[in-house]
Nanobody, 122 residues
Framework: QVQLVESGGGLVQAGGSLRLSCFASGSDFSLHLMGWYRQTPGKQREEGEFVSSIVSRTGITNYADSVKGRFTVSRANARNTVYLQMDNLKPEDSAVYYC????????????WGKGTLVTVSS
């Protein structure tokens, strides 16, 4: 089992920055992919929007078009932590951000954090 805990959310003005962190703990932290999703508060995280991902072993990254050039995902494997640096934030970035870690196939492990709220004021 793997537990994922996000931190770093909060209230920020448009144009500002936040850095989210996702700390992984448990007996099997060898997940192939780590990533971030976001969802409107009150809705199911599994139906949220993909934001970004990073391959744990190679560092290859992927981004949604809506955040390319503004968000940067990174990892610190020695710290079991994944980060999401968010710059030039826009009001439409407001959401609950969830950390996710999964293997391929996902039946080999698919874990979610409880989320951290990001609110961007105009």
């Amino acid at each position: 089992q793997v537990q994922l805990v996000e931190s770093g959310g909060g209230l920020v003005q448009a144009g500002g920055s936040l850095r989210l962190s996702c700390f992984a703990s448990g007996s099997d932290f060898s997940l192939h992919l780590m990533g971030w999703y976001r969802q409107t508060p009150g809705k199911q995280r599994e139906e949220g929007e993909f934001v970004s991902s990073i391959v744990s072993r190679t560092g290859i990254t992927n981004y949604a078009d809506s955040v390319k050039g503004r968000f940067t995902v990174s990892r610190a494997n020695a710290r079991n932590t994944v980060y999401l640096q968010m710059d030039n934030l826009k009001p439409e970035d407001s959401a609950v951000y969830y950390c996710r870690g999964w293997n391929i196939p996902r039946t080999a492990g698919d874990y979610w954090g409880k989320g951290t709220l990001v609110t961007v004021s105009s």
